[in-house]
């Protein structure tokens, strides 16, 4: 059997843990709040209408394309690029190529992110295969000016975060959504993991606080894992009406 991603790849590990995705989606979340292209978040709706149900529909074809056979993993890229069209063809204009890349970056940096965060740094060819990965997801929908290397991505990821930016109405009501869904301890919460986890250019706009107590907490979460507590605290920490679906997207991997 061929698959788009290899059975043994980090990718994998990254996308079959339940913990590494929310992390990644942390981070993602306080980014495209920024974004100088959110506004097509708002065309659908979607998003700010349900901000969690929509992560768990992101989620899902990306782990779609992550574990299926080669197969089924492109028919599953070739559905991301109908829909966004048709988005396309609804609005009247296209959505631009940065942002597509700005996606893909996100997803490519806060996934080693996050494993690093709750279990260690990738190693080098770790990091290019990450690239690939999300680089071959990018030139199946038709991205243009892809970096081809992850030194290039690097490079040109900087510029994006430089660039692309900017806070506005759009980021407030974003995360007065993220507020209301959450509720205000779990919302704090949100923002102080973001606070350690996004780069410069995402924390100082949004006021986040690197937060110095919440790194021990992490290590203390780690612990938990290890005498198979994380369910328990899991339940904690999210809302009791999402557990499942969170607690779903765990994939056994090699």
């Known amino acids: 059997m061929h698959y788009f991603v290899r059975p043994d790849s980090v990718v994998r590990r990254i996308w079959g843990d339940a913990d590494v995705i929310l992390l990644i989606f942390a981070g993602s979340a ?9 506004d097509w978040l708002f065309f ?22 992550v574990f299926a056979p080669d197969d089924r993993a492109r028919q599953a890229i070739g559905r991301m690029h109908t829909i966004h069209k048709g988005v396309e063809q609804n609005r009247g204009y296209s959505i631009p190529d940065w942002a597509y890349r700005d996606v893909l970056y996100m997803l490519i940096d806060y996934s080693e992110r996050a494993y690093q965060l709750l279990h260690r740094p990738l190693t080098d060819p770790e990091r290019e295969e990450l690239f690939t990965t999300f680089r071959a997801v990018g030139a199946g929908m ?31 009501r974003l995360f007065q959504r993220y507020h209301e869904q959450l509720g205000t301890w ?4 949100l923002r102080r993991v973001q606070s350690i986890l996004v780069p410069e250019q995402v924390r100082i ?4 606080t690197p937060d110095p107590i919440l790194p021990h907490s992490i290590s203390l979460y780690k612990l938990l894992n290890a005498f198979k507590l994380r369910s328990v605290v899991q339940r904690i920490l999210l809302p009791t009406e999402y557990l499942a679906q969170i607690q779903g997207l765990d994939q056994p991997v090699r």
């Open 186 to 189: 779990r919302y704090n919460l």
């Open 142 to 172: 038709g991205v243009p000016d892809l970096p081809v290397t992850y030194a290039d991505w690097q490079v040109d990821r900087r510029k994006h975060l430089d660039n692309d930016l900017l806070r506005s109405d759009y980021t407030d």
């Open 205 to 208: 706009p949004l006021e986040l």
């Open 30 to 38: 306080a980014e495209f709040a920024l974004n100088k292209a959110v």
């Open 44 to 65: 659908t709706g979607r998003l700010p209408a349900d901000p969690i149900a929509r992560l768990f529909s992101t989620v899902r074809y990306a782990q779609e394309i």
